[in-house]
Nanobody
Framework: VQLQASGGGLVQAGDSLKLSCTSF?????MGWFRQAPGKERDFVAA????????SYADSVKGRFTISRDNVKGTVYLQVNTLKPEDTAVYYC?????????????????????WGQGTQVTVSS
């Protein structure tokens, strides 16, 4: 399984980006995580298979929005009002199979497949 993340870049504080992850039609809950230099990979957001349920880290609630287009096989992360502390490599991931269509896990251990990451750098 290959996941391809894209859309990162160098932006200024307050700017927005839209990250994309091509999952090639994988019917799984999907998530975004991020890892800053010298830190652990942290949960950012997750979306259920159906797209009807989402989960967010407290630090991004109200600024980030996760969504998916199951026809295109793509998951998105709209990131608004970026802050320097949002600087990190952003990874998309596909969860282990689960029959619950509203399953949107927040733990790293719930994810089976990981993309290569896309760098987001926010200057102040």
């Amino acid at each position: 399984v290959q996941l391809q993340a894209s859309g990162g870049g160098l932006v200024q504080a307050g700017d927005s980006l839209k990250l994309s992850c091509t999952s090639f039609g994988l019917d799984r809950a999907m998530g975004w995580f991020r890892q800053a230099p010298g830190k652990e990979r942290d949960f950012v957001a997750a979306v259920s298979r159906s797209g009807d349920r989402t989960s967010y880290a407290d630090s991004v609630k109200g600024r980030f929005t996760i969504s998916r287009d199951n026809v295109k096989g793509t998951v998105y992360l709209q990131v608004n009002t970026l802050k320097p502390e949002d600087t990190a490599v952003y990874y998309c991931a596909a969860a282990y199979a689960n029959p619950n269509r509203l399953y949107a896990p927040v733990q790293k251990t719930s994810y089976a497949y990981w993309g290569q990451g896309t760098q987001v750098t926010v200057s102040s």
